[in-house]
């Protein structure tokens, strides 16, 4: 059981996924993230004693553009798939969800990705910001917490454990692998396994394009405490010492987080009634 420690909740969740179930969970809590590069599916057992992840299973969607559902009928099927492999392993019916839509986008953006859930078969579904729900599991009162996914980069600064600010642009992984792309002559395909593949040679490379994101962290954090740390998230600053370059460039603390592609997905299941 992961009670209260975020990092061994994100250490179980790894350690759960793709594995089958050990049992039907008592009271499960299911979050869909349904991300740019990939959908995510947690299912938590929750009790008195904390978040125990049972099921935890990723696909690629391709019906998401920036966090937006641009294709509503692959999305729905990618989520029915999802659903139906958990409902089948772990023995029991799960009828409710929750789900995140990246800050800022207008409300029926933000609607579809319920609408996708309900399609797919939950008939209740929560509706939450992804930097809310990357909060959920980090656990940060004071500090602000950046989700660079597959297509854009949310900010959410949080005092007292209040949210202060919100804000999310284009801008991520995706992005980085069109800067080596074209650095490299290849596919952005091909850039991608290189990225994951080759880090320290990448990063030089992409150096350009991580000062890009920083330089968009700087302006969603204007106006706001300097002194807050930044708490990274999503899974497109997993590139070794991606981290330090954003510490460098921006003159900020920056902490990195285990397993940080499960960050947002876990915080969405913790959004669950
Ligand atoms: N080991 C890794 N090294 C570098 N980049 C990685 C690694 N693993 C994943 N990524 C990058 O992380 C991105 C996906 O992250 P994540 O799952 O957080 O995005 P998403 O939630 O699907 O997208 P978004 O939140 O923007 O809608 C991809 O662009 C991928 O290239
Ligand atoms: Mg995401």
Do not use: N
């Not at 930097?131 to 007292?160: N, P």
């Amino acid at each position: 059981m992961a009670g209260g420690d975020p990092h061994a909740l994100l250490a179980a969740a790894a350690d759960q996924m793709g594995k089958p179930p050990e049992g039907t969970p008592r009271r499960p809590r299911v979050g869909v993230d349904l991300g740019t590069a990939s959908c995510v599916l947690v299912v938590l057992d929750s009790s008195d004693e904390g978040d125990c992840p049972v099921w935890v299973e990723s696909a690629g969607s391709g019906a998401l553009q920036d966090g937006v559902v641009v294709d509503f009928a692959r999305a729905v099927a990618t989520v029915r798939a999802l659903r139906d492999r958990a409902v089948d392993a772990l023995g029991t019916e799960l009828s409710t969800a929750a789900t995140a839509y990246p800050p800022c986008i207008p409300v029926a953006d933000a609607r579809a990705c319920t609408y996708v859930c309900e399609t797919a078969g939950f008939e209740d579904v929560t509706l939450v910001d992804e930097v809310t729900a990357a909060q959920r599991t980090l656990e940060i009162t004071d500090g602000v917490v950046v989700d660079v996914g597959g297509g854009s980069t949310g900010v959410g600064v949080f005092r007292d454990g209040r949210l202060e600010r919100l804000d999310d642009r284009p801008g991520g992984g995706h992005h980085l692998d069109l800067v080596l792309a074209g650095a490299l002559g290849v596919e952005t395909g091909e850039a991608e396994r290189f990225k994951r593949e080759r880090p320290t040679d990448a990063l030089p490379i992409l150096t350009p394009g991580l000062h890009r994101i920083a330089e968009s962290i700087r302006a969603m954090t204007r106006g706001t405490d300097a002194d807050l740390p930044l708490h990274l998230a999503g899974g497109a600053l997993m590139i070794p010492r991606a981290g330090d370059v954003l510490a460098q460039y921006l003159q900020r603390t920056v902490v990195t987080h285990p397993h940080a592609l499960l960050i947002t997905p876990l915080g969405i299941a913790r959004s669950a009634p």
